[in-house]
């Protein structure tokens, strides 16, 4: 009788596998970039509004409306900005979804347990924050959900910025919780900012994407069939009274993410790879730029910290969120018998949780849906949502510096690629020829150092036999 084999302990945070690893590296450094031309855009933004000579051109731009009065789309830019570039960025976000629940973490639930049950706590530890501050001082509580959303680009902009090696484990982590958090952030949009509903522009919506997903099913290809069908889906959606994003978000989860026999990538990794780069390097920044210029000035940073609601949003984002989401990665952790992996201390736990309290881009939509009757609270939230981001991106520097030295030795041992057969080291030490290709690199190397070696030590002689030559004839000379 066999004696029973012991389970591998689960580790929390361990080495992800290496095609995983490269997914996540190829889609945080598209965010990477978005980040630092969302952060960009969003100073621009800011200056833009509180020149005194240029504010009045900001105003002027961000109101101006145009388009089709008669299909209800004559909106403002700032309209368009929020409700139909962020469409694309809310569809790249469906895709992201449904590649996690196909091929990712989410497909397992023992793995996706954490970065769930951590996003979930994220948003709810956040709104009652939000809640107990609004209403210890009188203030409204209709803000509830905007301290609730992490964003990522902002954050991964952050990472860049700082130069932090965060390990990719940490990183993917990170993605995932944001990928979950914007599911339950479209799902708060949809349900919670929804007032009244047109059924027949709702009926349309929903047959163009069931013909969207029927072309999907017969193989049918070409823009040319899917941008003007998506177009017209997002407009019955926005004149449905549910927000348009929803449509750029169900749109990618029809797409198809696992690959068929032969194929190199889904096509919903295709897409994705196509349009990332304008979520992520035209949407969203262009948003930041219509919804981050409030005026700012020392009056309207002390009243962040005095209006209940705007104070409600802040400690929300700094400290709801890191406590949420630390919170809830160590409950399960604690309850599921995982354990941290060894290269990692909870700290570091700490210092992603907190870089998670970054809410930008769907933290100002959501202000702006919660607020929209009042558009002195919508500025003065707006500044919140900043402020919070702000001092959380602080903090988070400050954790992640005292432990960059540590991260940097472990991004380091990540990639090692001593063989030379582009694949880090780490992946392949279970690969017999890893390990004969190895000993025929060290082989070389003993091979040259003998002959180093050896050229030293005949070089050793000659200059003693010089040194011994010139000894004898000063001898003769005396």
């Not at 700290?347 to 100002?364: H, K, R």
Request: proline share 4%.
């Amino acid at each position: 009788m066999t004696a029973p084999r012991t389970p591998t302990p689960r580790k929390v945070f361990g080495r992800l596998s290496l095609p995983e690893r490269t997914f996540v590296a190829d889609a945080l450094r598209a965010e990477t970039v978005g980040g630092v031309l969302l952060l960009l855009a969003a100073v621009v933004s800011l200056i833009w509004a509180n020149i005194p000579a240029l504010h009045d051109s900001y105003e002027s731009v961000s109101h101006f409306h145009f388009g089709p009065e008669a299909l209800g789309l004559n909106l403002s830019v700032e309209h368009w900005a929020a409700d139909g570039l962020l469409a694309i960025f809310f569809f790249v976000a469906g895709i992201e979804l449904k590649r996690e629940l196909v091929a990712g973490d989410l497909r397992d639930p023992r793995a996706a347990a954490l970065p769930v049950v951590a996003a979930l706590c994220g948003m709810a530890a956040p709104a009652l924050v939000y809640t107990l501050t609004a209403s210890a001082g009188g203030g409204s509580l209709a803000g509830w959900a905007v301290p609730t959303a992490t964003d990522i680009a902002f954050a991964l902009a952050v990472l860049a910025v700082i130069g932090t090696s965060l390990p990719s484990a940490l990183r993917a982590f990170l993605l995932t919780l944001a990928v979950v958090d914007d599911l339950f952030a479209i799902l708060i949009i949809a349900v919670f900012f929804t007032d009244s509903l047109n059924f027949p522009a709702l009926g349309g919506a929903l047959v163009g994407l069931a013909v969207f997903w029927l072309l999907l099913r017969k193989g049918v290809r070409g823009w040319y069939v899917y941008v003007p069908l998506a177009l017209v889906i997002w407009a019955l959606m926005y004149n449905s009274g549910i927000h348009a994003t929803i449509a750029g978000v169900a749109m990618g989860l029809m797409l198809r993410c696992h690959r068929h026999e032969g194929e190199e990538h889904s096509p919903g990794e295709h897409i994705e790879h196509l349009v990332r780069p304008l979520s992520a390097g035209f949407a969203v920044p262009l948003f930041a730029l219509f919804s981050a210029g409030v005026a700012v000035s020392g009056g309207a940073i002390a009243d962040v910290f005095t209006t209940p609601e705007t104070l409600g949003v802040v400690l929300g984002l700094v400290v709801g969120k890191t406590f949420g989401i630390f919170g809830g990665t160590w409950l399960t952790a604690r309850f599921t018998k995982a354990s941290l992996s060894e290269d990692l201390a909870w700290a570091d736990v700490f210092a992603v949780a907190t870089l998670a309290g970054i809410g930008f881009t769907v933290s100002l939509l959501i202000g702006e849906l919660a607020f929209e009757d009042d558009a002195s609270m919508t500025d003065s939230v707006k500044a919140a949502v900043l402020t919070g981001s702000v001092l959380a991106t602080l903090l988070a520097a400050v954790l992640l510096k005292l432990r960059n030295a540590k991260y940097r030795r472990l991004t380091e041992e990540e990639e090692r690629d001593e063989d030379l057969s582009g694949v880090p080291d780490i992946y392949e030490v279970d690969d017999p020829a890893y390990h004969l290709r190895m000993a025929e690199i060290h082989e070389r190397k003993a091979a040259e150092h003998r002959r180093l070696a050896e050229e030293k030590a005949a070089e050793r002689q000659r200059l003693a036999e010089v040194a011994g030559g010139a000894g004898e004839d000063e001898d003769r000379r005396a």
